[in-house]
């Protein structure tokens, strides 16, 4: 059974950084496709963003293009969100996935389609 543990949530002020780390017990875990998504209270959980671990191609979400970055380590069970410019609208649970199969391109946002997932970490950015 795949397990992924996020760490490096915390609070910051708007304009402020942070890097999400997430670790994978094991490579079979990050074989296709890993993603980070969020989730406000209230609100549905969202995709932020996600790489191909085959292709390293990314894709972000709207809200957060040209800000964060994601990223994968040399250790291929290692995933990496790096935040710049946050803004309270980006306070919310932050959530690392990883799906078991190849996704179609018009999928990969979408949590329904990814299998594992870590307990998340918060995220809290104040203005």
């Known amino acids: 059974q795949g397990q992924l543990v996020e760490s490096g949530g915390g609070s910051v002020q708007a304009g402020g950084s942070l890097r999400l780390s997430c670790t994978a017990s094991?490579?079979?875990?990050?074989?296709?496709?890993m993603a980070w998504f969020r989730q406000a209270p209230g609100n549905e959980r969202e995709g932020v963003a996600t790489?191909?671990?085959?292709?390293?191609?990314?894709v972000y979400a709207d809200s957060v293009k040209g800000r964060f970055t994601i990223s994968q380590g040399i250790a291929k069970n290692l995933l990496y969100l790096q935040m710049n410019s946050l803004a309270p609208e980006d306070t919310a649970m932050y959530y690392c996935?990883?799906?078991?199969?190849?996704?179609?391109?018009?999928?990969?946002?979408?949590?329904?389609?990814?299998?594992?997932w870590g307990r998340g970490t918060q995220v809290t950015v104040s203005s």
């Open positions: 996935a990883a799906a078991s199969s190849v996704l179609l391109s018009a999928f990969v946002l979408r949590p329904d389609k990814y299998r594992y």
């Open positions: 094991s490579d079979d875990v990050t074989r296709y496709r």
């Open positions: 790489i191909s671990t085959v292709t390293n191609k990314t």
